[in-house]
């Protein structure tokens, strides 16, 4: 149990440490405050349950001394001494998880606070959660205790049953603590500290938990949520790729344009996934003639290094028959999208039918949670590989803090070049706004002098994009103050200069040849509110004016909403049989070019 309470306490010493030391952004600030409070609580309340804290023989506990500190002393004085606290499992997993989220929000953009933390001890405490199972355990324990006490209370019972005790004994009510969400988040400070050089060491120096990870990449182990199945192999890819020198650029700066794509190991931080973590380190790294840091995980499907060569040991699946991939493929979602769910298959090609705002809508579709570019077209097109991005997008700033669409295509372009996404061919896929966001990156691309980004980009895929704005984006300003739009929504307002300009720089790349184009427009409108009794507000989302960009092919969708222009419902839709089609057609044509 002490290693459990060192996982509650070691957060909110973290962000003490932070807070005397760093300027954060103010609504990060501002979160990370109200978690620190919470998790100085969740501490006092399982340290009175545990040593009896709260007894007027306080000064003799052996935390009294930490407990006497801020926060914890003010969460001390609010205790009710005479009225012991509640708390379980699911009480304690709750606060950790609020904590690790704050960690990773005020951490994955700067540098000086991800050594803070790490010189802290973080990177200890996520293997402790990533690899232990303590959460599980104690709500188990918990669960038996209560079924114990059942049995006594049902051997013993009486006419007159007290209700209340019973339901406070009854093994169903034991909560499930949220131990996989915790595991999420927690791999994702991980690989975003892996690109520390004293996390790498002490990374790669434990046999243990390199195995964890690569076992949970690979799916051999219980390890069923995909984004952490990324988050191992990402934290692998850093930790066991080995170069001369640390050339890591400086957070919130593009790395130097003379040495793009020089370094010899690819750096994954935060805002990128792997759309098949399961395949082997070598696959990933491809090309890129880095070598491993020691001779690691022969039995596991990772890199065997012997000089100057790095070759295959035994991989999984379609991993063995291809170790050099000849083009990446990047998906980037649009607004109110995510990495995976963005990219589910759709049941049917008719409009989802729960009631809800906007933000909400794509809730329902893809029940059958198929990530098509991660079934269907790794299999279809083994030349690539499939990387999928996210940013924060929202509607309104009711719903949070969100950036521009220059601000996170400048994040990108960063996260991007750093993981050596760029020094092959590329085909960007793109849903909605996401499209808008990649245009903004080539364009910085070319202010930037990122010629073998910009040269090596040969072709978009474009579904249900806004190329000239979008009548959605025209409601919510209209509506002013009361709808607070948020920054990106008014970039997308129908004629807006600045997509010209984005539009215009991309069609002479395409007239030049030096990119194919491929869009995908929608032909139903959209639900945005729907009511009891039938009725609905339903708006088309991008007109076929503003999803056709004036060059490359056109393929208008019959039947499908601007949801689901991106969610094929078998091989056969053209959504999915267009695009396989696009990407072995541009693969070609690069070829070609090359050969020329």
């Given amino acids: 149990m002490q290693h459990f309470l060192s996982n509650l306490i070691l957060p909110p010493t973290v962000l003490i440490h932070f807070f005397l030391q760093n300027q954060v952004d103010y609504h990060n600030a501002y979160t990370a405050t109200q978690v620190l409070n919470q998790l100085a609580t969740a ?72 050594k803070r933390i790490a010189d802290l001890g973080v990177v200890s405490l996520l293997k402790h959660i990533l690899v232990g199972d303590d959460y599980e355990k104690l709500a188990a324990i918990e669960a038996y205790d209560a079924s114990r ?63 964890w990870l690569e076992e949970c990449a690979t799916g051999r182990i219980p390890c069923n949520d995909i984004k952490l199945k990324s988050y191992c192999r990402l934290t ?7 170069e001369s020198q640390n050339t890591r650029s400086v957070s919130g700066e593009y790395p130097d344009s003379e040495c793009e794509y020089k370094r010899k190991c690819p750096q994954f931080g935060d805002a990128l996934f792997l759309l098949n973590p399961e395949l082997p380190l070598e696959v990933h790294l491809g090309n890129s003639g880095c070598g491993t840091s020691r001779d690691t995980c022969k039995d596991d499907g990772c890199i065997e290094h ?183 929504i008014g970039e997308l307002r129908s004629g807006s200069p600045r997509l010209v300009e984005l539009n215009d720089f991309v069609r002479q790349r395409y007239s030049k040849g030096l990119l194919d184009v491929l869009s995908f427009s929608e032909s139903e409108v959209t639900p945005i509110v729907e009511g009891y009794g039938g009725w609905a507000f339903r708006a088309e989302i991008v007109p076929i ?3 056709y960009p004036g060059y490359g092919e056109l393929v208008v969708l019959q039947n499908t909403d601007h949801i689901n222009s991106c969610k094929p419902v078998n091989k056969n839709d053209p959504s999915y049989a267009e695009t396989l089609a696009f990407l072995e057609k541009s693969l070609k044509s690069r070829g070609k070019r090359a050969e020329a």
């Avoid at 989220?101 to 606070?113: G, P, R």
């Avoid at 049902?154 to 034991?174: E, G, L």
């Avoid at 692998?236 to 080995?242: H, Q």
């Avoid at 040269?455 to 959605?472: D, E, Q």
Wanted: proline share 5%.
């Fill in 545 to 547: 004016e503003s999803a």
């Fill in 43 to 114: 501490v006092v309340k399982l340290a009175s349950i545990q040593s009896d804290y709260g007894s007027e023989s306080g000064d003799k506990v052996p935390l009294y001394d930490f407990l006497s500190l801020e926060p914890f002393a003010t969460a001390v004085k609010n205790l009710n001494k005479k009225s012991p606290p509640k708390f379980d499992a699911v009480d304690s997993a709750l606060a950790t998880l609020k904590g690790i989220k704050a960690l990773a929000e005020l951490c994955s953009e700067d540098v000086t606070c991800q």
């Fill in 149 to 211: 006490i059942r049995e006594v209370q049902d051997k013993n019972v009486s006419a007159s049953d007290d209700s209340s005790t019973a339901a406070t004994t009854d093994p169903r009510s034991v909560r499930v603590p949220p131990a996989a969400h915790i595991r999420r988040h927690a791999g994702r400070l991980l690989t975003i500290l892996s690109l520390l050089p004293n996390s790498k060491k002490e990374i790669v120096s434990d046999d243990v938990w390199c195995k």
């Fill in 306 to 488: 012997s000089g100057s060569k790095t070759r295959s040991v035994e991989g999984s699946g379609a991993a063995s028959r291809r170790v050099s991939p000849e083009v990446d493929v990047v998906f980037v979602h649009g607004l109110r999208g995510g990495p995976f769910n963005s990219w589910r298959i759709a049941d049917d090609k008719s409009s989802t039918t729960k009631a809800g705002l906007v933000e909400s809508i794509d809730e329902d579709a893809g029940k059958e949670g198929t990530c098509w570019p991660r079934q269907w077209l790794s299999s279809d097109f083994p030349q690539a590989r499939f990387f999928t991005v996210k940013y924060k997008t929202n509607l309104t700033q009711w719903t949070g803090a969100s950036l521009s669409l220059q601000e996170v295509s400048s994040m990108l372009l960063r996260k991007l070049v750093a993981a050596g996404i760029g020094s092959r061919p590329v085909v960007f896929v793109t849903h909605s706004m996401g499209g808008l966001v990649v245009k903004q990156i080539l364009h910085q691309a070319k202010l930037n002098n990122y010629d073998k980004f910009l040269n090596n980009t040969i072709g978009l895929v474009f579904y249900s994009c806004p190329h000239f704005g979008s009548k959605l984006a025209d409601m919510p300003w209209r509506m002013g103050y009361v709808f607070r739009p948020a920054p990106s």
């Fill in 236 to 242: 692998l890819l850093n930790v066991f790729c080995s």
